[in-house]
């Protein structure tokens, strides 16, 4: 793994590849410090170390685990994903012969006829013309999207790490209004580790606005 400063560690099995969707990746926190990021192996493998090596070394402040993109806590159990990982060395499943799993999900929609009329005529029929149609809207909202998401990954975050340290309630009426400056005063006295990871989760909120918070 690669440490870096203070006493975060950033661990990674796989890379990502180019022009793929951000890979899922988690952060860990006891109490208001970061001690690891990293993709979900890495971090299960961490809690398991973890806790080996916390058993009867007394009290301790909690382990919690936070998606990297959405900013929700996490409750992951170790035991139950790693067992049923392979084992080091142990080949995966041969994969079955045939067309490849694309992600495909069937869900009911209702729509007028004069819809539906449309939609069968469009080349590919209506499963066809409504992905275009989603994926161009998809293009067309993406920096909104992207705002609002972000927003509200960073509310999800302060609810669960700052709801107790001062100047939250103002914290978050700034967040909302996209004031930077106002956000990073707010948050000054906040914990190092904290505000920057507001500022990872919030990247989008602040493109744009007048004064991004500053990091010290």
């Not at 900013?71 to 499943?93: H, I, N």
């Not at 992600?103 to 006829?113: F, N, S």
């Not at 998809?138 to 999800?156: L, S």
Request: glycine share 8%; hydrophobic share 40%.
């Amino acid at each position: 793994c690669e440490f870096y400063p203070a006493n975060i560690c950033r661990m990674t099995t796989d890379s990502c590849m180019a022009g793929a969707e951000p890979a899922p990746s988690y952060t860990i926190f006891q109490g208001h410090g970061r001690l690891l990021q990293g993709d979900r192996p890495a971090v299960l493998q961490f809690l398991q170390s973890h806790e080996q090596q916390a058993q009867g070394s007394g009290s301790a402040p909690p382990l919690w685990v936070f998606d990297d993109h959405s900013g929700m806590r996490l409750d992951l159990d170790w035991r139950s994903e790693l067992a049923a990982s392979p084992a080091p060395g142990q080949a995966a499943a041969p994969r079955s012969v045939g067309r490849p799993k694309l992600g495909v999900v069937a869900r009911e929609v209702t729509l007028l006829p004069r819809h539906w009329e449309w939609l069968n005529r469009q080349p590919g029929g209506a499963s066809g013309a409504l992905r275009r149609l989603v994926d161009e809207a998809r293009g067309k909202h993406a920096a909104q999207d992207a705002v609002r998401a972000a927003t509200e990954a960073v509310y999800r975050f302060m609810s669960e790490m700052a709801g107790d340290l001062p100047h939250f309630e103002d914290a978050s009426r700034a967040l909302f209004a996209r004031q930077a400056e106002a956000f990073a005063q707010h948050t000054a006295a906040w914990p190092e580790d904290v505000r920057s990871y507001l500022q990872q989760l919030g990247g989008p909120v602040w493109a744009g606005s007048p004064a991004a918070p500053a990091q010290d």
